[in-house]
Each structure stands twice: as structure tokens, then as C-alpha cells.
């Protein structure tokens, strides 16, 4: 079995300050970690992912991410936010298995960036 | 129309009634999802179909009944709900090659149900 922890419900930041949002995973077996961002009234858009190879991992909007196994850790990191990064950001696992692809979701942080 | 679309966008319904929640890809994909999204929880995968065959229930009460006609369509019909089963319903869509390997999963934007 399979679990994302997201400790922070909520992230206030003042634009063009750094933000870095907390994710924690469990699993048994080796893992793919996402992070999807849900702006208001919207369905989920992936930010970026993590399948193999470099642990930093950089996405859409100036997102990155980096994969920590040690720590079991997949932080997202932005330097500086903009107004518009104003959103809920949901960790989730994905379970490799035959008839459909499973993906295990955080239960999200609600970014909210302030002038 | 491109990627996933959902229809309503919202819906109001009262606990006797019946109503039926629409989804369609124009992906090309073989496998969609219907997701519960409840605040402060975490999103619940509800059910999944691949080639049109339902692959997995997450122990789903019966009061939410999915369907999938064809590769490119997805519904979920509804009845006798309770005030609880008021939240956001994602569907999303994915290619599933029935191996170990990865394909993104791409979500609509959701119905918002309140229950009455």
C-alpha cells in the first residue's frame, strides 16, 4: 500500500518570495511522484513528475521539484511566485498496474500568494 | 472540443432524485477515471474502465452506478444520494498499454454536486 502526507493545508507568501511546498510518500515498492495543480473552478493540470533518473526534476510555470528517497520526500520548490500561482497543489503516487494507471493523492495545499 | 469535458458543470439535486453526470475525451485514450473531490480530503478514485470494461470499485455505494459506452465516453449515473455525497466529481483519461509503463492521466474540469 501507498500514502502522500502533505503536512500543509495552507501557504501564505508574499509574491516574489520563494515558496516550497511539503510532500511525503510511503511505499513499499519503488515509486513515480507527481505534483498536479488545481486552479479555481478547474480540473487538475500536472505540474511535473518524477519517473527516473535526475532526483530535480523542473515543470511547468518555473516549478520544481526534487525526489528525495532517503527522506521519502518530493518537495516542490518555486524561487519567486506570482499572483497567479494563487492555487491548490496536490503530491500524488502512481501504482504501475494492468487494466488502468492508479495515481494516490495528497490532500492538497492551498497556495495563496499576497502583494 | 479538445481534451476532457464534463457536463454539468453544476448540479443541484435533491435526494430523490435521479441524474446522470457526463464525461468525454477526444484524446484517443482507452481508459477513464471518476474521482470524488471532497474538501480536506484527499481525491478518491471511485472507478476506472479500461476497453470499456470497469477494472476496478473502490468499494463504491451502490447509489453511484458508472457506465462507459464506448472508449471516448463516461458516465456516472446517480440516485437516492445523501447530503454527504455533495463534493467535485473528476473524470480523467489515460492510454493503458496493460504493461508497466506510464501514461499521464488527463483530468476535466468536474462537476460540482450539492446535495440537498
Known amino acids: 500500500a501507498q500514502s502522500v502526507t502533505q503536512l500543509d493545508s495552507q501557504v501564505p507568501v508574499f509574491e516574489e518570495a520563494p515558496v516550497e511546498l511539503r510532500c511525503n510518500y510511503s511505499?513499499?515498492?519503488?515509486?513515480?511522484l507527481f505534483w498536479y495543480v488545481q486552479y479555481p473552478n478547474q480540473g487538475l493540470q500536472l505540474l511535473l513528475k518524477?519517473?527516473?533518473?535526475?532526483?530535480l526534476v523542473k515543470g511547468i510555470n518555473g516549478f520544481e521539484a526534487e525526489f528525495n528517497k532517503s527522506q521519502t520526500s518530493f518537495h516542490l520548490r518555486k524561487p519567486s511566485v506570482h499572483i497567479s500561482d494563487t492555487a491548490e497543489y496536490f503530491c500524488?503516487?502512481?501504482?504501475?498496474?494492468?487494466?488502468?494507471?492508479?495515481?494516490?493523492f495528497g490532500t492538497g495545499t492551498q497556495l495563496k500568494v499576497e502583494l | 472540443e479538445t481534451g476532457v469535458t464534463q457536463t454539468p458543470r453544476h448540479l443541484v439535486m435533491g435526494m430523490t432524485n435521479k441524474k446522470s453526470l457526463k464525461c468525454e475525451q477526444h484524446l484517443g485514450h482507452n481508459a477513464m477515471y471518476w474521482y470524488k473531490q471532497s474538501a480536506k480530503k484527499p481525491l478518491e478514485l471511485m472507478f476506472v474502465y479500461s476497453l470499456e470494461e470497469r477494472v476496478e470499485n473502490n468499494s463504491v455505494p451502490s447509489r453511484f452506478s458508472p457506465e462507459c459506452p464506448n472508449s471516448s465516453h463516461l458516465f456516472l449515473h446517480l440516485h437516492t444520494l445523501q447530503p454527504e455525497d455533495s463534493a467535485l466529481y473528476l473524470c480523467a483519461s489515460s492510454q493503458d498499454n496493460g504493461g508497466n509503463t506510464y501514461n499521464e492521466q488527463f483530468f476535466g474540469p468536474g462537476t460540482r454536486l450539492t446535495v440537498l
Open positions: 500524488a503516487v502512481y501504482r504501475l498496474t494492468g487494466g488502468g494507471n492508479k495515481l494516490t
Open positions: 518524477y519517473l527516473s533518473g535526475s532526483t
Open positions: 511505499s513499499s515498492v519503488s515509486v513515480y
